[in-house]
Every structure is written in C-alpha cells, then in structure tokens.
C-alpha cells in the first residue's frame, strides 16, 4: 500500500507561482513512478508531470512545459510541484498520484488539493 498526501494548494492571481507537495509512504517499489494530475471543473483528469523515483528523469504535459517543474526530496519522500506563471486555465484539483515500473497504469492516489488562479 502506498499513502500520498498534497498539500500547498491555495488562490493566487495570474503570473503567480505556488508550490504543491506531495509526502509519500508505504511500499518503495509501487512509488517508482510519481505523477501529478489536474482536473478542472467539468474536464476529464489530466497529466501534468512526473518523475522516476530513481534517476530523476521528468516528463511534462506541453501545457505545463517551460512553467511548472516537477522534483523530489528522497530524504523527505517527498515529490514537490513548482508552479511559475500561473494561468487561469491552471485552476482545477491537483492529484499526486504513483505506480510501480510494471505498469502504466497509476495505482494509488492522494485526496487532491485546489489550485485557483485568478484573472
């Protein structure tokens, strides 16, 4: 089993930055691969980014690309969101999310936290 918990979501203007967290417990190998996804009001869920636990290697959705930086913190088992010139188009629940390298699928998932940017 795997916990995820985000944190760091919050109302900011447009141009503005925030950072998500998400802290990440239980079994190391179904945290292989650690995601953050997006849904906004009336939208399917989408991916924003992620991250290969070991290694460090990233991936962005292009609408995120030059923007939001995903990283993480092994000591923490943390994996952070850092988002830059934020637009209202940004606004939706953010998920963490993580799967194992056996699949594609992601297996476990956080509670979500807002992120609302306003115009």
């Known amino acids: 089993q795997v916990q995820l918990v985000e944190s760091g979501g919050g109302l900011v203007q447009a141009g503005g930055s925030l950072r998500l967290s998400c802290a990440a417990s239980?079994?190391?190998?179904?945290?292989?691969?650690m995601g953050w996804f997006r849904q906004a009001p009336g939208k399917e869920r989408e991916f924003v980014a992620a991250i290969v636990w070991s290694g460090g290697s990233t991936l962005y959705a292009d609408s995120v690309k030059g923007r939001f930086t995903i990283s993480k913190d092994a000591a923490k088992n943390t994996v952070y969101l850092q988002m830059n010139s934020l637009k209202p188009e940004d606004t939706a629940v953010y998920y963490c999310?993580?799967?194992?390298?056996?699949?594609?699928?992601?297996?476990?998932w956080g509670q979500g936290t807002q992120v609302t940017v306003s115009s």
């Open positions: 239980g079994r190391a190998a179904s945290r292989y691969v």
């Open positions: 999310a993580s799967r194992s390298v056996s699949t594609t699928k992601y297996n476990y």
